[in-house]
């Protein structure tokens, strides 16, 4: 990897950083998506086609996680223990030990350009010991994926990051970031994990903005699962380069539209005979060939291809967005996108107080040019409102 700041924000932790991987270069900062229904279950035809990329004609960057997550969404199913997790295969109930070092392997095998080590994850809303023994244990588990990636003799092509465990403790945070930052030259980046659980949105900002503020300079900043677009600018503001989550393919199945005037609920009747796009501005393939909003309406919960195409809009829509916030940060006018998006987005429905709090803490304040603005209380899960357009 080659990693190189390029720009950053005069008022905020925002930057534009240039990330050189084996399959072309990247952006930052960046959404990254997520496919929720894919899956890979023989590991002998990706050894035999040479990886993921050869294997279904990628030919740019892939990440892959290390199924840390996955265990907490099998949690019933999981036991944790040192040596890994064991649990019961979801598919046979036959029982499975995942290990850290089975973990960077398997990815070995996928062949990501960047790879994540296996972690010990717990809901966001745990607290007492256990939030500790999963922080630590995490720590015990990078030393082992850096061992078995080091002896991989892939470390030159593919690029492990840490992830930063610790729940909702701050100090148990700053304990798993220093840890990890003594790891430095042995990793290419480092992940926020154990987020987007169902905490309080003033608390995970808080989290995040204290991991980004300590975070070596020099290296990526990946905010694991998070997708609303005000959690995503946000993040960007405080310092963070890349983020993922399923949100925007999993609401496309939903039948909502991502716009830059808030989030289109497609099932409502009042697009049943609207002849327009989700958007005229939109360069993605289903606004401009043709779909209408009222196709979409009377498909987008029957036929998949509909499904489909809500999807492709999505997901323009998240590189639009990012990539307008590049743009801004290198232009020098980021604080001004933020208060023009976040206008624009939540219009007359008013800005969730935790985004007020934490843009403030990096110099911004949204209601500085909109005095008459509403402030709402509460998380401002914009999928909470939907219904409303």
């Known amino acids: 990897m080659q990693f190189e700041v390029i720009a950053k924000c005069h008022t905020t932790r925002a930057r534009v950083s240039r990330m050189k991987l084996a399959h072309g270069v990247t952006s930052l900062p960046t959404f990254m998506p997520v496919a929720t229904q894919a899956a890979i279950k023989g590991m002998k035809i990706l050894e035999e086609a040479g990886g993921a990329h050869q294997f279904q004609g990628w030919k740019h960057n892939l990440l892959t996680d290390s199924g840390g997550f996955q265990l907490v969404s099998l949690n019933k199913f999981t036991k944790i223990t040192e040596e890994g997790a064991l649990f019961a295969s979801p598919f046979d109930g036959a029982p499975t030990m995942l290990t850290a070092k089975e973990s960077i392997s398997i990815q070995h095998t996928i062949g990501a350009d960047i790879i994540m080590q296996l972690d010990d994850v717990v809901s966001s809303l745990t607290v007492g010991p256990r939030v500790a023994e999963a922080m630590w244990r995490t720590i015990r588990w990078l030393d082992r994926c850096i061992e078995t990636h080091e002896k991989s003799g892939k470390h030159d092509v593919q690029n492990l990051f840490a992830i930063v465990q610790g729940g909702l403790d701050h100090e148990l945070r700053d304990q798993c970031l220093q840890e990890m930052i003594n790891r430095k030259d042995r990793v290419a980046g480092y992940a926020i994990g154990g987020l987007s659980g169902g905490e309080e949105k003033d608390v995970f900002w808080r989290i995040i903005k204290q991991c980004a503020d300590k975070l070596p300079e020099d290296r990526p900043r990946y905010s694991m699962g998070i997708g609303f677009a005000e959690d995503l600018l946000v993040c960007v503001a405080l310092g963070v380069d890349m983020a993922d989550c399923v949100f925007p393919t999993r609401t496309?199945?939903?039948?909502?539209?991502?716009?830059?005037?808030?989030?289109?609920?497609?099932?409502?009747?009042?697009?049943?005979?609207?002849?327009?796009?989700?958007?005229?501005?939109?360069?993605?393939?289903?606004?401009?060939?043709?779909?209408?909003?009222?196709?979409?309406?009377?498909?987008?919960?029957?036929?998949t291809a509909a499904a489909h195409a809500v999807t492709q809009h999505n997901l323009v829509f998240q590189a639009r967005m990012m990539g307008q916030a590049r743009n801004a940060i290198i232009q020098g006018t980021f604080p001004d996108y933020l208060k023009s998006f976040f206008r624009n987005y939540f219009g007359d429905q008013g800005y969730p107080e935790w985004c007020i709090n934490a843009l403030r803490s990096v110099g911004v304040d949204l209601l500085e040019s909109d005095p008459s603005a509403k402030t709402q209380t509460g998380s401002g899960a914009k999928w909470e409102r939907v219904d409303t357009r």
Request: net charge negative; hydrophobic share 35%; charged share 15%.
């Open 252 to 303: 496309a199945r939903f039948g909502v539209a991502l716009t830059f005037n808030g989030p289109l609920n497609l099932r409502l009747a009042k697009h049943a005979s609207d002849m327009g796009p989700i958007d005229e501005t939109c360069p993605c393939p289903t606004c401009s060939d043709g779909y209408s909003r009222a196709f979409l309406h009377h498909n987008i919960t029957i036929e």
